[in-house]
């Protein structure tokens, strides 16, 4: 059974970079695609961004080019890399496993879903 | 972007009740669509892909449906259980997009 776990400093200053890391058991990273997804407290749900294992990224480009994702097949693990980052970004972070499939209008990174998702974990980006 | 806005943002109804949700997409993203629960302080899980398909080990319960820009999840008899938030989300094309969310209680 896959389990994704997010890691990383729950306590961030303005200005500075968050980076996070999301470690993956009971699956190899390869050939999947492995998002990010925030939520404020109290809000709903941002995705941030998506990478691949054979080196594909998409980002949102609400983020004004702050996030980096990449993945690690080596250590099987995938992370998230946000720079300058202020109290806007204070949220509960995930991430998520999805797997692509062509559906009725081609294939799609996402197709069956976010199937698995990590439990997440509390950022808190302080003045 | 493409925006989805979903209705109602809250409902409260009787155990037992038939429970309809819908997304409305901003463009059309034909079956591109998944449907997600919330229940407090968890992880969303997925109940839906590909607007209608129901992932493994959901209840029957549960079903999705619809095209193009207008898409439902149903819950054919509201259990306790199933208080929680609910949200679609698009796949079509990037940035990927989520719903504002339904929020179900029982009364």
């Known amino acids: 059974q896959v389990q994704l776990q997010e890691s990383g400093p ?34 709903g749900l941002e995705w941030i961004g998506r990478a691949h294992s054979g080196g ?24 998230l890399r946000l720079t300058s980052v202020t109290a806007a ?23 069956y879903g976010m199937y698995v998702w990590g439990h997440g974990t509390t950022v808190t980006v302080s003045s | 972007d493409i925006q989805l806005t979903q209705s109602p ?15 409305r997409a901003s463009q ?26 129901v992932q493994g080990g959901v209840p029957s319960r549960f079903s999705g449906s619809g095209s193009g820009t207008e898409f439902t999840l149903t ?3 509201l259990q306790p259980e199933d208080v929680a938030i609910y949200y679609c989300q698009q796949y079509n094309e990037y940035p990927l997009t989520f719903g504002g969310g339904t929020k179900v209680e029982i009364k």
């Open chain 2, 28 to 53: 059309g993203i034909f079956n591109s669509v998944a449907w997600y629960q919330q229940k407090p302080g968890k992880a969303p899980n997925l109940l839906i892909y590909a607007a209608s398909a």
């Open chain 1, 10 to 43: 729950g306590l961030v200053k303005s200005s500075e970079t968050l980076s996070l890391t999301c470690s993956v058991s009971g699956d190899s990273v390869s050939d999947y695609s492995w998002s990010w997804i925030r939520q404020p407290a109290g809000k």
């Open chain 1, 89 to 111: 970004d204070t949220a509960v972070y995930y991430c998520t496993k999805a797997r692509g499939g062509t559906g009725h209008n081609g294939w799609k990174d996402n197709y």
């Open chain 2, 9 to 23: 943002s809250f409902l409260s109804t009787f155990v037992g009740d038939r429970v309809t949700v819908t997304c």
């Open chain 1, 56 to 79: 594909f990224t998409n980002y949102n480009p609400s983020l004004k080019s702050r996030a980096t994702l990449s993945v690690d097949a080596s250590k099987n693990e995938f992370s």
């Open chain 2, 75 to 77: 819950i054919t008899s």
